[in-house]
């Protein structure tokens, strides 16, 4: 199957800590973001999303949080498991319906 | 219904040569979209459909590269003439249009090209 991100930036993290993956954004206009996980061999899948009126987000184990000033996105993850390693990418919605993806962080689960 | 599929799954072409690959996103959903990814990258977008309009499309989508969805259903992307650069892999996503700009994409498996 198809081998995504392989030079990409890579969190190594023990099964059962949290981890904390970061993303900067570029457009200041964006009013929209969100985190997408990719397995090899695959498209990207939804995790969360976040609207730019909203500072943090939480779903089930996840939380995105965002930082404006600064153009900063962060996903954490509670209590990694092996099946949450992969690609894990943010995207941003310049306020129109193109989204534009950053370049990505492997995560990688330590048993 | 199982979801965005793509077709086919692997495509080796000699450049020069034109491809086409073909999208069905999951029913009734209105908005499809078109993107490359290349190894360590993260998904471009190429261009965007809402039912069977073509409401925006990338600078990267040269005049080689031409997308349809004429009944508002599947979409073909294109590619004539290809190049080596053109290798990648091609990504299809679609959302609905009901309840807002927000809802999620979903992406289909992808279209490996590899052009010798």
């Known amino acids: 199957g198809e081998s995504v991100g392989l030079h990409l930036p890579t969190l190594s993290v023990q099964e059962g800590d949290n981890s904390i993956i970061n993303c900067a954004y570029s457009?200041?206009?964006?009013?929209?973001f969100i985190w997408y996980k990719q397995e090899s061999g695959k498209g990207p899948q939804f995790i969360i999303d976040?609207?730019?009126?909203?500072d943090k987000r939480q779903g089930q184990r996840v939380t995105v949080l965002l930082n404006k000033t600064v153009k900063h996105l962060s996903l954490q993850i509670a209590a990694t498991q092996p099946g949450d390693s992969a690609v894990y990418f943010c995207?941003?919605?310049?306020?129109?319906?193109?989204?534009?993806f950053g370049t990505g962080t492997r995560l990688k689960v330590l048993a | 219904d199982t979801g965005v599929s793509q077709d086919p799954r692997h495509k080796i072409t000699k450049r020069g040569q034109n491809v086409t690959f073909r999208c069905d996103p999951i029913?009734?959903?209105?908005?499809l979209y078109w993107y490359r990814q290349t190894l360590g990258q993260g998904p471009e977008f190429l261009t965007y459909?809402?039912?069977?309009?073509?409401?925006?499309k990338s600078r990267l989508l040269s005049d080689r590269f031409s997308a349809e969805r004429p009944k508002g259903s599947f979409s073909t992307l294109e590619i004539q003439r290809t190049e080596q650069g053109d290798s990648a892999m091609y990504l299809c996503?679609?959302?609905?249009?009901?309840?807002?700009?927000?809802?999620?994409?979903?992406f289909g498996p992808g279209t490996r090209l590899t052009v010798l």
């Open positions: 029913s009734e959903h209105n908005r």
């Open positions: 995207a941003e919605r310049p306020g129109t319906y193109k989204y534009i």
């Open positions: 976040i609207r730019s009126n909203m």
């Open positions: 457009n200041s206009a964006s009013d929209y």
């Open positions: 996503a679609s959302s609905s249009v009901a309840g807002g700009p927000d809802n999620e994409q979903f």
């Open positions: 459909f809402q039912n069977e309009a073509q409401l925006e």
